[in-house]
């Protein structure tokens, strides 16, 4: 599933994802608008969503998702602490570092 995700966002490149953490039964993510005008955010996860299932034989995606909106650079680092350390909250790690379903695929360059 990791792999097809990865190779999902390089086709879906609407939007860029930066840091992401994989979890068993969900996913984070933070993602920036690869255009101007954007594509919408809805739009962007319905497509990707589309690739990684009919990759995968199936639909097994909930119908929504839940975003949140971080508008200054300061948010984003107390955000990805919370993000990355999932999986030990999750009992699947004991360090954050150790979980391999994680990365970086894009840097996220802030303007405030």
Sequence with gaps: MHERLLQAWQVADAWLVGRYVI???HLHLFCSPNSYPPTT???WISY???LV???HGGSFWQKNFWDTQLRRHEGYASKWDYVRNNPVRGGLTPQADNWAYQGEL???RWQD
């Design 23 to 25: 979890m068993p039964d």
């Design 41 to 43: 955010l809805s739009g």
């Design 48 to 50: 990707w969503k589309r």
């Design 53 to 55: 299932a009919f990759e």
């Design 106 to 108: 894009n840097l996220l």
